[in-house]
């Protein structure tokens, strides 16, 4: 598990959404990826895939509509995951405050870690956030690994450590 | 008997900027069928244009409908309530908000290059234009104060002026970016797989192109003479040197050839406001309440970009009609996707330049 | 910009006699709310290669009378009829709800406050 930790925070993949954003965001983190500000010497890959990232750059105050695909994206990503909410329009609903089809921020939804603010947020502060995503991402990891702690004595089946006993013997001195 | 298997293609996808679901029906890898859904980041910009916001603010409220063409949403709005106004701005605020639209038509055209040069798997070439896209922003920072949002027009003017320092930077720009315009034309033409990707893919023929109304970068490359900024007499376009560029095969190559084409005549129309900027105010006091029916039509970077504002003589007006490029283009982008295959869909559909955030509102 | 007014029975009738394809450009169809349950239905058109030219048909209506489809001569009206069933709960024919808003939404948003 070291060894996933250790690259996990050398390269973490994003994945990007769109919960109905003007645009402006979403060509600032491409522009974050190109060449100029280059977010790619972090380890940074744009990935189409929820099931293999780690960081989710969410943009837009969360329309009607994309909720439940937000929802979804979120719950396929794997532990440990950090979300970035970038816009401000992400964090409070900004200007789309109190529209019809709004929601006022993706926070009512999901839970955030780090809010970029800015209409529309520049490539620094993007690289900034992110930056901070990936401190958060390692200390989640490391909570992660953290070994539980066993109720009652160790057993063991052949050299292995048995789990379902242990776990027997827990339900047992419950009742 | 024919089978034919459905195969979704997003909300959420690698090729896309944006959510938007398509259905292809395929039959193999050909696609004979579509269905898209475009409607995930409706927020219900125009009514709140009516409800929450004077009239004053609306101009920046409109800017929000799309990041990519904010300026000639806010300027389209600001042109119409200036009308109901009865204000006609003078030269040099015209040539200065000439000046920024063609700019952000420069950037937009840029992105969309990148992005076709993306789906179609150059990734490198996606790189360099994205590199080479970073002279014109630094130019929209130097003058708006921000890259994309930038809140340039106000009713009764601009926000900012040009000093003589930016205009050296303007055109030391524009001149860099004309000679890497020559080398990505070159690449574009000659480079083998490139054209493998996008010559004779996705055609849209002339007769479909008037049938189903086509516009913008879209229509000129299947040969259809369409362009607002001749078709309307609100900015002296044709003094300061644009042409209207069209293509003939219709196909992604035609498509990317267009933008091109208008990327490099754009940097001519820039070079020639800066040279000939008139003296004048930039900012002029306006009174009055809109009263009255009025439309504008604007060249955006996808094509008509059309507003119908309606005001009753007070603060809040009583309807503001978005009709964006996408909104109409889209009839047309479903058929260009019949007959194609499967895999070209990406690039087809980057070769549109579609933009959500404007068809949903 | 010229406006000519026509009703919802002679509409598809003056549509055909004045649409040709090369030579106007059809850009949308409008609703503009006139409060009291009126409802004013504008078909907008542009001429190519010309300065300045849109002609605006324009017909009076109100929520329950079902509007004609122009879709048959003109393809891409579907956008803007299936907007207005969208955002004012009328009915056109030929158009489903759910462009912009669920499929079974209630929600009416631009009608006129009730």
């Known amino acids: ?175 | 008997m024919k089978k034919t298997i459905q195969i979704p293609l997003g909300s959420q996808h690698i090729s896309l900027l944006e959510p938007i679901r398509f259905k292809f029906e395929c039959e193999n890898e050909r696609i004979i069928g579509v269905d898209a859904d475009v409607g995930f980041v409706h927020r219900g910009v125009e009514l709140a244009c009516t409800r929450s916001f004077e009239f004053k603010q609306v101009g920046y409220v409109v800017a929000r409908v799309c990041g990519l063409c904010a300026i000639t949403h806010s300027l389209s709005y600001t042109l119409a309530v200036e009308k109901l106004l009865g204000y006609v701005a003078n030269d040099r605020i015209k040539y200065l908000r000439m000046l920024m639209v063609e700019l952000d038509r420069i950037h937009s055209h840029m992105l969309c290059l990148a992005h076709t040069a993306e789906n179609a798997g150059f990734e490198a070439l996606f790189m360099q234009i994205m590199g080479d896209r970073e002279l014109v922003m630094e130019v929209q920072e130097a003058i708006s104060g921000n890259r994309v949002q930038f809140d340039y027009i106000s009713i009764g003017g601009v926000n900012r002026d040009l000093t003589s320092d930016l205009c050296d930077l303007i055109r030391k720009n524009l001149t860099i970016l004309s000679e890497k315009m020559e080398i990505l034309t070159g690449l574009f033409d000659n480079n083998w797989s490139l054209s493998l990707k996008y010559k004779g893919v996705g055609v849209l023929s002339l007769e479909d192109a008037y049938t189903y109304n086509a516009l913008g970068p879209l229509a000129r490359a299947s040969g259809l003479a369409t362009d607002v900024r001749a078709e309307t007499s609100d900015f002296p376009y044709e003094a300061l040197g644009y042409t209207m560029i069209l293509e003939s095969t219709g196909d992604i190559h035609a498509r990317n050839f267009v933008r091109l084409r208008e990327i490099v005549n754009s940097i001519t129309m820039c070079q020639n406001i800066v040279d000939n900027l008139p003296i004048g105010e930039i900012q002029e006091k306006v009174k009055g309440k809109p009263k009255g029916e009025d439309i504008i039509r604007i060249e955006a970077p996808r094509g008509e970009l059309f507003y119908l504002v309606r005001g009753n003589g007070t603060n809040m007006l009583e309807r503001v009609r978005i009709k964006t490029p996408t909104f109409s283009g889209i009839p047309a982008m479903m058929e260009v996707f019949k007959g194609s295959q499967y895999a070209d869909a990406p690039a087809i559909l980057a070769s549109f330049d579609p933009c959500m955030s404007c068809t949903a509102k | ?114």
């Open chain 3, 1 to 114: 910009m010229t406006k000519i007014e026509t009703t919802l029975p002679t509409l598809l009738s003056d549509i055909e006699a004045f649409y040709k394809p090369k030579e106007w450009h059809f850009l949308s169809v409008n609703g503009i709310d006139l409060g009291e349950g009126k409802i004013e239905l504008q078909w907008i058109f542009s001429k190519y290669g010309v300065k300045d030219e849109v002609v605006i048909y324009y017909a009076l209506s109100d929520y329950e009378t079902p509007i004609p489809s122009v879709l048959a001569l003109i393809p891409s009206s579907i956008m803007g009829e299936r907007e207005i069933v969208d955002m004012f709960g009328l009915t056109v024919e030929g158009a489903q709800k759910g462009l912009y808003l669920d499929e079974d939404s209630l929600q009416h948003p631009l009608r006129g406050e009730e």
């Open chain 1, 1 to 175: 598990m070291k060894f996933f930790t250790t690259f996990r925070k050398k390269s973490p993949w994003i994945l990007h959404y769109n919960a109905g954003s003007c645009n402006g965001c979403d060509i600032e983190i491409l522009a974050s990826l190109a060449p100029k500000f280059d977010l790619e010497r972090f380890g940074v890959i744009n990935t189409g895939n929820p099931k293999q990232s780690d960081i989710f750059l969410v943009t837009g105050p969360v329309t009607y509509r994309s909720r439940e695909r937000l929802v979804e994206l979120y719950t396929q990503i794997p532990e440990p995951k950090v979300v970035v909410a970038v816009g401000s329009c992400t964090a409070t609903g900004g200007v789309f405050r109190g529209m019809v089809n709004t929601e006022d921020g993706i926070d009512r939804y999901i839970p955030v870690d780090v809010y970029v603010p800015g209409c529309a947020s520049s490539p620094q502060l993007i690289i900034d956030g992110l930056v901070k995503a990936l401190e958060i991402l390692e200390a989640k990891s490391k909570e992660i690994e953290k070994p539980f702690k066993l109720f009652g004595a160790i057993e063991t089946i052949g050299n292995k450590l048995s789990r379902l006993n242990m776990a027997k013997k827990v339900h047992n001195d419950e009742n």
